[in-house]
Structure formats: structure tokens, C-alpha cells
């Protein structure tokens, strides 16, 4: 029987979809442990200064900025994912933890899987189309590649 799932969260359909799969999959198991991951990624450095000239010295806090607002955002996405799941009756049952990551999608996920000790990542598959898919691949495939553990892709 599974016992740790880890659920990448980013507030989409699909990701809901994942989260409520994983909570239909450990229950009813009261020693489970469903992770709900959500990895902040800030704008990058481009999109700071966009409109508003080179104004370089104000980087740094408009990076700190940034990452406040991608973390509180994720705090916010959680929440909401975590309300979604307790009007369902499997959320009763076992352990939710919620976790807000910074940093590059794909290798966060695995690496918090991996810390957690996770023996299933679930996710959504949010299709990128045309060039974008081909020059970035998707999160969901790079975690298909890089993970050591299952990997269930919900769409």
C-alpha cells in the first residue's frame, strides 16, 4: 500500500484533478501522507525591467520582490487546493502537508519527492503547444525523466 504521495500543485484544472486522485489513492489509509508541492518560480530578470527602463540597482529587490510575491501566490494556491480537498469526504483520513518551493519546476519536484521520500509523484499535464514544447519540453516530462520513483501525469 502507498503510504507518501507528492502532488505538484499549480492551481490549475489539472493539477486539482491530480490532487483529488492522490487523495482518492491513500485513503482510507491513516498512516498516508499526501504532500502538496507547489514550486514558486518569479518572473525572471527581463520581465523586472520591462516598461520601466534599465534600472539595473534596483535588482535585488525587485528580485526579493518577486520571489515574495511567487511564494505568497503558492501559499495562496495551496490553501485553495487543500479547501478543495476537505469537501471531499477521502481528505479525512490521513496526513495533508503543504509545501511551497522555490526555484526550477521539474528538478524541485523530484528533489522534494526524493527528500520526502515519496513513492508516487502525481501531477497535471498542462500541455505546452508548438515551439515552446519544443525548445522547453514540459515540466511533466523532464519529471518523467528525472524521477527515480513512479510518476502519474493526470490530464
Avoid at 505538484?8 to 482518492?24: E, H, P, T
Avoid at 518569479?42 to 520601466?52: D, T, V
Avoid at 528538478?107 to 522547453?136: F, H, P, Y
Wanted: charged content about 25%; some cysteine.
Amino acid at each position: 500500500m502507498i503510504q507518501k504521495i507528492l502532488v505538484a500543485v499549480d492551481g490549475s484544472a489539472y493539477s486539482l484533478r491530480a490532487a483529488l486522485l492522490g487523495a482518492k489513492i491513500l485513503h482510507p489509509n491513516p498512516s498516508g501522507i499526501l504532500t502538496l508541492l507547489h514550486i514558486a518560480k518569479p518572473q525572471s530578470p527581463m520581465e523586472w525591467f520591462q516598461g520601466a527602463g534599465s534600472d539595473i540597482q534596483g535588482a535585488p529587490d525587485k528580485e526579493r520582490q518577486a520571489l515574495e510575491r511567487a511564494l505568497a501566490e503558492g501559499h495562496k494556491i495551496l490553501k485553495e487546493t487543500e479547501e478543495a480537498l476537505s469537501t471531499t469526504k477521502t481528505g479525512e483520513t490521513f496526513k495533508t502537508e503543504k509545501l511551497v518551493v522555490p526555484g526550477e519546476p521539474a528538478a524541485k519536484i523530484v528533489e522534494t519527492a526524493e527528500a520526502k521520500g515519496s513513492e508516487l509523484i502525481i501531477m497535471g499535464c498542462r500541455g505546452l503547444g508548438g515551439i515552446r514544447k519544443v525548445l522547453l519540453g514540459s515540466v511533466s516530462e523532464k519529471v518523467l525523466s528525472l524521477s527515480r520513483c513512479p510518476v502519474l501525469v493526470v490530464k
